[in-house]
């Protein structure tokens, strides 16, 4: 094919003996090193530097007048590329909003942010796969995301998340996961619910949690990080 180069064979590089030095400066002998493969450009990936290929049709930008995209969501998109200079930094919160419309960022929603945006759908793609909060694939309704980072691991993370998950059971409808952090460490242990911060969370609450969120009614109240008292009288409240 045009513009393509010949893989060359992957060799070996030799093992060589290390040479440690002890505490005291002595010189200890130790095993040898493992063999790493290498190719024959000094690469261990091979295909890192293959040619692109110039037969391939070109990235396409969907058209307007054949891309049907829901007016709420062309609004809303349109309105985070306002806000900014340049108009790529709207990709996560539009591919937030088409992810709220669809339920993941599936190949329909990609393509109509991208068709908002004048952008091809593979740039999309490529900032939708980076962030774990832009899903991929199809997920349930419900995001129950249990923070399991160093002061939720501390307090009882890894019960809570086993807990939730025995009480959800094989629900599709739920999309349950550990998070790395969730930077609400005054509250620990704790999850997001469906974008609302609740904690902490003791073992007992999960039933109640869970039945909560099935029947569409506020999880834990009393424990959502919103709702809580701040001397900022303008602090709890909805934005």
Same mark, same amino acid.
């Given at each position: 094919?045009?513009?393509?180069?010949?893989?060359?064979?992957?060799?070996?590089?030799?093992?060589?003996?290390?040479?440690?030095?002890?505490?005291?400066?002595?010189?200890?002998?130790?095993?040898?090193?493992?063999?790493?493969?290498?190719?024959?450009?000094?690469?261990?990936?091979?295909?890192?530097?293959?040619?692109?290929?110039?037969?391939?049709?070109?990235?396409?930008?969907?058209?307007?007048?054949?891309?049907?995209?829901?007016?709420? %969501?062309? #609004?809303?998109?349109? *309105?985070? @590329? $306002?806000?900014?200079?340049?108009?790529?930094?709207?990709? &996560?919160?539009?591919?937030?909003?088409?992810?709220?419309?669809?339920?993941?960022?599936?190949?329909?929603?990609?393509?109509?942010?991208?068709?908002?945006?004048?952008?091809?759908?593979?740039?999309?793609?490529?900032?939708?796969?980076?962030?774990?909060?832009?899903?991929?694939?199809?997920?349930?309704?419900?995001?129950?995301?249990?923070?399991?980072?160093?002061?939720?691991?501390?307090?009882?993370?890894?019960?809570?998340?086993?807990?939730?998950?025995?009480?959800?059971?094989?629900?599709?409808?739920?999309?349950?996961?550990?998070?790395?952090? %969730?930077? #609400?460490?005054?509250? *620990?242990? @704790? $999850?997001?619910?469906?974008?609302?911060?609740?904690?902490? &969370?003791?073992?007992?609450?999960?039933?109640?949690?869970?039945?909560?969120?099935?029947?569409?009614?506020?999880?834990?109240?009393?424990?959502?990080?919103?709702?809580?008292?701040?001397?900022?009288?303008?602090?709890?409240?909805?934005?």
């Amino acid at each position: 094919m045009i513009g393509r180069k010949k893989k060359k064979p992957a060799v070996l590089t030799p093992a060589v003996e290390r040479t440690d030095y002890d505490t005291r400066g002595r010189r200890e002998q130790s095993a040898p090193l493992r063999e790493v493969a290498r190719f024959g450009h000094g690469s261990r990936v091979p295909g890192w530097d293959d040619a692109v290929d110039l037969e391939k049709n070109p990235a396409e930008v969907p058209d307007p007048a054949t891309t049907p995209v829901p007016a709420p %969501l062309r #609004a809303e998109i349109e *309105a985070h @590329m $306002a806000k900014y200079p340049d108009f790529h930094s709207a990709a &996560i919160p539009a591919l937030a909003a088409a992810q709220r419309v669809h339920g993941w960022c599936s190949p329909e929603a990609i393509w109509q942010a991208a068709c908002v945006m004048r952008l091809t759908p593979g740039y999309l793609i490529s900032v939708a796969s980076f962030y774990d909060m832009l899903e991929t694939k199809p997920v349930g309704r419900h995001s129950v995301y249990v923070c399991t980072n160093i002061s939720c691991s501390l307090c009882g993370a890894d019960e809570l998340l086993a807990a939730i998950e025995e009480e959800v059971g094989d629900d599709p409808e739920f999309n349950v996961r550990h998070f790395e952090c %969730l930077g #609400a460490c005054d509250i *620990a242990p @704790m $999850a997001s619910v469906d974008g609302i911060y609740v904690g902490p &969370i003791d073992l007992d609450e999960v039933p109640r949690l869970i039945e909560q969120i099935r029947d569409g009614t506020p999880p834990l109240p009393g424990k959502q990080l919103h709702l809580r008292k701040s001397t900022d009288p303008g602090a709890a409240r909805d934005v």
